[in-house]
């Protein structure tokens, strides 16, 4: 079992930054790859982020890419999500997600998730 809590959402002006952080437990957390996704209202579950513990690769949502930087601190078994440059899109209920071995890049192959925390950007 992982257990996933994420932290560091809020309101934030166009143009801001927020950054987002998942503490993660459970025994084999360090051999699961871990993601971030989003859910706006009345749309569907989307990739944003991930990252792998293993190794530094990293992949984005082409929507966020250069905005939004993942990171993780093995030492602290958590992973963060710098969002710079917000846009009023970007508002959503961000989730932390964890898979077995390798980070995943869909909703439905997410094997763990977290309560989300809002995110929710002005004008």
């Known amino acids: 079992q992982v257990q996933l809590v994420e932290s560091g959402g809020g309101l934030v002006q166009a143009g801001g930054s927020l950054r987002l952080s998942c503490a993660a437990s459970?025994?084999?957390?360090?051999?699961?790859?871990m993601s971030w996704f989003r859910q706006a209202p009345g749309k569907e579950r989307e990739f944003v982020a991930s990252?792998?513990?293993?190794?530094?690769?990293?992949a984005y949502a082409g929507s966020v890419k250069g905005r939004f930087t993942i990171s993780r601190d093995n030492a602290k078994n958590t992973v963060y999500l710098q969002m710079d440059s917000l846009k009023i899109e970007d508002t959503a209920v961000y989730y932390c997600?964890?898979?077995?071995?390798?980070?995943?890049?869909?909703?439905?192959?997410?094997?763990?998730w977290g309560q989300g925390t809002q995110v929710t950007v002005s004008s």
């Open positions: 997600a964890a898979r077995r071995f390798s980070a995943p890049t869909m909703a439905s192959d997410s094997t763990y």
């Open positions: 990252i792998n513990w293993s190794s530094p690769n990293t």
């Open positions: 459970g025994r084999t957390v360090s051999s699961h790859g």
